[in-house]
Nanobody, 125 residues
Framework: QVQLVESGGGLVQGGGSLRLSCAAS????????MVWFRQAPGKEREFVAG????????NYADSVEGRFTISRDNAKNTVYLQMNSLKPEDTAVYYC??????????????????WGQGTQVTVSS
């Protein structure tokens, strides 16, 4: 069992930056692939970024490639999402999730068993 708690969301002007954190409970954090999804009002949840259990591989949605960076610190049981050059269309609730250790990073939510409660990110124009 893994419990996930996101933090770091808030209101930022377009072009600004935020860093989201997701703290995990449990001693097996390093065994899980970790991902970030987001959901904007009236839209479906979408994959944002993912990282394998060791941090060796990452994957990004085209819409955030080059602006967002996912990383993890297994000693701190935490995964991060650094978001730069934010745009109003990045406004959403951001969720972190944990899934089975794999060499690939699935981009559909059904592959992830554990989810946080979400943190709101609002980007003003």
């Amino acid at each position: 069992q893994v419990q996930l708690v996101e933090s770091g969301g808030g209101l930022v002007q377009g072009g600004g930056s935020l860093r989201l954190s997701c703290a995990a409970s449990g001693r097996t954090f390093s065994s899980y692939n970790m991902v970030w999804f987001r959901q904007a009002p009236g839209k479906e949840r979408e994959f944002v970024a993912g990282i394998t259990w060791s941090g060796a591989r990452t994957n990004y949605a085209d819409s955030v490639e080059g602006r967002f960076t996912i990383s993890r610190d297994n000693a701190k049981n935490t995964v991060y999402l650094q978001m730069n050059s934010l745009k109003p269309e990045d406004t959403a609730v951001y969720y972190c999730a944990a899934g089975e250790r794999k060499y690939t990073i699935p981009t559909t939510g059904g592959h992830y068993s554990y989810w946080g409660q979400g943190t709101q990110v609002t980007v003003s124009s």
